[in-house]
């Protein structure tokens, strides 16, 4: 399994040198295809990615853990020019000892990350054209288990947006007082998508095709968040 391992790291390098040589290596795939390799192996991207170039007080800025330095490559990365960057960040799933997790480890790392984003961003002009959208796949039950801990909680849960032109400094929704369930302005995981959508000037209803050439609408049931984009 090393061996293959290793086979395969070669011929990515060997497929890299082809690439940087001969632009034509690319030709025979599709438009989307060359234009997602050629930004990959595009020097700029690889000056993205040599975060270790940054001055040491930045990098504190961020945090010396692994979502801390994410969030300072997805910085590089969209000053490089990339349009889509994923950070995450795992360990959540605290069913057991909730409190001292998040005190501990989870938020001191999010809370210093994700503001170091955002005020760099803010600082290099670059957050206004950029939307930044933190949230996880649901919430956590009202309730204390056994354990100390919070379990899966599809009712109600949380979700951030930042930049891209949107209407900050506002909570949208409300639940009631033991977060149990939405009592004002639901937003639903499609909602989320449409407002997403639409700060990127993509229509909902556009249409694609499966490869099994079944109609699939983009965002049907999605509806864009008004108190967020007017």
């Not at 001969?22 to 990615?49: C, N, Q």
């Not at 919070?150 to 949208?172: F, I, K, N, P, Y």
Request: hydrophobic share 35%.
């Amino acid at each position: 399994r090393l061996d293959r391992r290793y086979g395969m790291l070669a011929e990515l390098e060997n497929y890299q040198r082809a690439a940087e040589s001969d632009p034509g290596v690319l030709r025979a795939r599709d438009e989307f295809y060359e234009r997602a390799h050629g930004i990959i192996t595009s020097p700029a991207a690889k000056r993205a990615f040599a975060v270790g170039e940054e001055p040491d007080r930045v990098r504190e800025r961020y945090g010396k853990t692994m979502f801390g330095q994410q969030c300072l490559l997805a910085r590089r990365l969209v000053e490089a020019g990339v349009q889509f960057v994923t950070v995450t960040d795992g360990g959540w799933d605290t069913h057991t000892n909730n409190f001292r997790s998040l005190k501990d480890r989870l938020l001191p790392r999010v809370d210093r990350g994700l503001s170091a984003l955002l005020d760099d961003l803010a600082t290099r002009g670059l957050l206004d054209d950029t939307l930044v959208v933190w949230f996880g796949d649901f919430g956590r039950t009202p309730k204390v288990n056994p354990t100390t801990g919070r379990d899966h909680w599809s009712t109600a849960g949380c979700a951030l947006m930042a930049g891209g032109g949107l209407r900050g400094g506002q909570v949208v929704g409300r639940t009631n007082a033991l977060g149990e369930y939405v009592t004002d302005t639901p937003v639903r995981p499609a909602d989320i998508a449409a407002t997403i959508y639409s700060v990127m000037g993509v229509n909902l209803h556009t249409w694609y095709r499966a490869q099994d050439g079944r109609p699939i609408e983009l965002c049907p049931e999605g509806r864009p968040v008004r108190d967020l984009i007017g």
